[in-house]
């Protein structure tokens, strides 16, 4: 038996440039049924090795998979768009090989999969959560010579005799990572992978699951089985320090990797397996730049060993904006305060560490005065990068059920092309979608017309990194501009 995991013909987050990078969910899932001697695997990265939908297909037809994936764990590939690339993937390969078994995972598959099942009939299966255990169970279900009802499998989603949609029983949490093998990088054109146009030889890595918050808006609602959602989203579990430096090991002696973006939601959860990872990677003289995502509760808790960070090679840190002040804050679940994000900001400054505010627009109850007060109190907090968003909603989420209760979308209508969080997608209580966008794009143009910021930021001893990072940021900003336009097409 053999399993292909697909990537199809996609593009990245216009505001990213020239950004792709390995699917994380596919190198993890396939070196898992590879350590387990399950099935033959097989990886095609349409997108890094600039193949179209025909040469996809081509691929395919030859390789000759019993099973196709399909999945991703971030929304930064380009948003929920994404999964519109995969079900089209699907739907190319099951019309031209009927046989073949198409398998859909991850980000939105897990938090929608009844309407997923439902709008795609060329979708076979659905892996609810994480998918290695469910994989495993469902490949060695199918290999049994007396195979059990498929329904009876946790986390998976089938179809019965008739076609119906029938569901399996929640799929536990792995509790332990660190059990996983190391991602399956040799399926992957590794020398392919490029970082805000600037970064190469680039990788990002996810070593941890889940987050300790639950802001409403996130993407990670829709990670997760919506019967145990809250639950699963804030089980978080990472990976060992010396884990993490073994991985980085390999993708610098191996494949030359010189910088990697943490994707994780919130890489400096454990204060002591930080401290480990930046001891055992000084140790072994790996020299990976590195970015990480945080929140900033967490920052300033560990103010003490950012210099430690710095120098292991953190180079630009994100922290969450969002919003304008603390009750705003603290409506979304995000749990921390303006001021913490004004010293986070101020504490990476003073260690020569580039930083990277996320602001949102399009909240509920957002009015032109209270996203003209956003710019206002992001201007002031002053990070190096200033990375807008528009709520786009995620199944699972309080944001989702609200909009769906407003009349705003209908779930089985929307294109998926521009809910990609860089298109304005739907109202607020206040404001139409034209509205948002043009406030959006007002706010992106006010931010980096300023001069003085530029002229800091050029002229500071970042590391090169953090000023080509903000160099592309500014080249795409016309192309992230045109998106606000509720009138754009997706190409």
């Known amino acids: ?78 948003g929920a768009a994404v999964i519109w690339y995969f079900n089209e993937g699907l739907r190319i390969i099951k019309e031209a090989m009927p046989n073949v078994k198409a398998v859909a995972g991850g980000l939105w598959y897990s938090g929608d999969f009844e309407r997923q099942m439902r709008l795609f009939p060329w979708i076979d299966y659905i892996m609810i959560g994480e998918a290695e255990i469910t994989m495993e169970e469902l490949i060695n279900n199918r290999k049994a010579p007396k195979p059990i009802n498929e329904r009876e499998i946790p986390g998976l989603v089938s179809r019965d005799a008739s076609g ?57 609602w829709a990670l997760y089985d919506p019967r145990t959602a809250t639950k699963d989203f804030t089980s978080w579990r990472g990976l060992k320090g010396k884990r993490i430096v073994a991985e980085l090991e390999l993708l610098e002696k191996k494949y030359g990797i010189t910088t990697v ?74 749990g921390v305060t303006i001021d913490q994000i004004k010293r986070t900001v101020q504490l990476l400054r003073a260690n020569n560490i580039g930083s990277v505010g996320t602001v949102l627009v399009g909240l509920k109850d957002d009015t032109e005065a209270k996203i003209k007060e956003r710019l206002r109190i992001a201007d002031e907090i002053d990070p190096d990068i200033f990375a807008l968003d528009y709520l786009t909603p995620v199944p699972n989420s309080p944001d989702w059920r609200y909009g769906i209760k407003q009349g705003w979308f209908d779930p089985d209508k929307i294109d998926l092309r521009i809910w990609d969080f860089q298109h304005p997608v739907i109202p607020t209580d206040h404001l139409t979608v034209d509205e948002v966008g043009r406030l959006g794009a007002w706010c992106m143009r006010e931010y980096y017309s300023k001069p ?7 002229t500071s001893d970042y590391d090169l990194e953090v000023k080509l990072c903000v160099k592309d940021f500014m080249s795409n900003i016309a192309k992230w501009e045109a998106n606000s336009r509720t009138t754009a097409t997706v190409k």
């Open 1 to 78: 038996m053999k399993v292909l995991f697909l990537t199809p013909p996609l593009k990245a987050w216009d505001s990213h440039g020239n950004h792709k990078a390995c699917n994380q969910m596919h190198a993890q899932l396939a070196a898992y049924l590879r350590e387990k001697k399950l099935v033959e695997v097989d990886a095609l990265d349409c997108r890094a090795l600039e193949m179209d939908w025909d040469a996809m297909l081509k691929y395919v037809q030859k390789s000759k998979p019993d099973i196709v994936f399909v999945g991703e764990l971030l929304h930064s590939t380009c």
């Open 164 to 220: 119906n949609v029938v569901v399996g029983p929640h799929r536990d949490l792995i509790p332990d990572l660190n059990t996983l093998p190391m991602p399956a990088y040799d399926l992957f054109p590794m020398d392919k992978y490029v970082g805000h146009t600037y970064w190469k030889p680039f990788a990002e890595l996810m070593t941890s699951r889940g987050c300790p918050g639950k802001c409403h808006f996130c993407y990670e």
């Open 261 to 334: 973006v943490f994707q994780d939601d919130a890489f400096n959860t454990d204060t002591q397996a930080m401290i480990e990872f930046c001891e055992e990677k000084l140790k072994c003289g790996n020299q990976i730049k590195w970015v990480c995502l945080g929140r900033a509760d967490q920052w300033i808790s560990q103010h003490a060993i950012i210099p430690l960070m710095r120098k292991a090679g953190l180079f630009l840190a994100l922290t969450g904006v969002e919003v304008e002040d603390d009750l705003s804050l603290a409506k979304t679940g995000k």
């Open 452 to 458: 003085e910021r530029i002229h800091r930021i050029f």
